[in-house]
């Protein structure tokens, strides 16, 4: 749907929540814990306050913070990223390559799942300083050049109430996520690809959450990057368990709810997903709960 043409209950997801997350920013700054605002977090900007990596299995590592994921599949000493997290996230990066004996050279390629801007964040940096290549679906490719984001189905305002809600928007804003992010140049997949990066995973394309979401499958490891095709804890409500992401961050929930089928059948022991836990009860269950707790 073009501009000119949105209608009301089609959001601008883009303008909206910079808007908030860039609201909260400053409130954050120039506050000191008044009711309805928040002290400014740390920023965790040096590998020194990164934990150390969590190995899901053998040669995936899990990365980020408690509420955005990305990982870091290693190959012969080779390594991709999945997906890029927030802006701010590079020294987490960077802290995880050394306790793993690798520089930022290794990494040769990023895969994102889509590209939207907590998926983005650091890729463009990757792209510059440690020559890797960035893939992604390419329904989403112009997403990741301009960082405009479509409209969603729901208006974020309208999760305000619910202090998870407020908790993400200042991890946007101490973490460099109130600004889009872009990457200049991109290389495309399609759907059923194998890429030619560092454990070879399989795209599945998966549109809903956004035109070009994928997940990829990583089949000699048992490992699905599930990306925001689904997530173990909503978060805007802090809900738990597999579930289609909110109303408010979907281009279109109906068409995410039919993408499920899609991927239900991929054999993977680990989903590992955006935002929250990784599940280790198999994919079709993680489909089988999220059908169960419906839509939020």
């Known amino acids: 749907m073009s501009e000119g043409t949105r209608t009301p209950d089609r959001l601008d ?14 409130g954050t700054e120039s506050t000191d814990g008044c009711a309805g605002t928040a002290r400014r977090m740390p920023v965790a900007s040096g590998a020194q306050m990164a934990d150390p990596p969590n190995e899901i299995v053998p040669g995936v590592h899990r990365l980020g913070t408690p509420l955005v994921n990305f990982y870091l ?7 991709t990223v999945v997906d890029a997290g927030l802006p701010r996230y590079f020294g987490r990066l960077i802290h995880a390559l050394r306790a793993l004996g ?27 300083e440690a020559q890797a290549r960035v893939h992604v679906h390419e329904a989403d490719a112009q997403m990741a050049r301009t960082g405009k984001l479509p409209g969603t189905d729901a208006s974020f ?17 101490t973490h460099g996520g109130a600004r889009p992010q872009r990457v200049e140049d991109v290389a495309t997949f399609t759907d059923g690809a194998v890429l030619d990066v560092p454990g070879r995973p399989r795209a599945v394309a998966t549109p809903g959450h956004s035109a070009g979401h994928a997940v990829l499958h990583l089949e000699q490891r048992g490992v699905l990057f599930a990306g925001d095709a689904l997530c173990s804890r909503n978060p805007l409500t802090g809900r738990k368990g597999p579930q289609v992401m ?39 269950a993680a489909v089988e709960k999220a059908r169960e707790q419906g839509l939020s």
């Open 246 to 284: 909110p109303r408010a961050l979907n281009a279109s929930t109906d068409q995410a709810l039919a993408s499920l089928e899609r991927f239900q059948d991929v054999e993977a022991g680990h989903v590992l997903f955006g935002h929250g836990e990784p599940w280790t009860q198999g994919t079709r």
């Open 157 to 173: 305002l309208s999760y305000l109430w619910r202090p998870p809600a407020w908790r993400l928007l200042g991890h946007f804003a």
């Open 102 to 128: 690798a520089k930022l050279a290794d990494v040769e390629a990023v895969v994102l799942t889509h590209a939207h801007p907590d998926h983005v964040g650091i890729a463009e940096r990757l792209r510059t």
């Open 73 to 79: 599949v290693e190959e012969d000493g080779r390594y």
């Open 13 to 26: 997801h883009n303008q909206e929540l910079y808007q908030l997350s860039y609201a909260h920013r400053v």
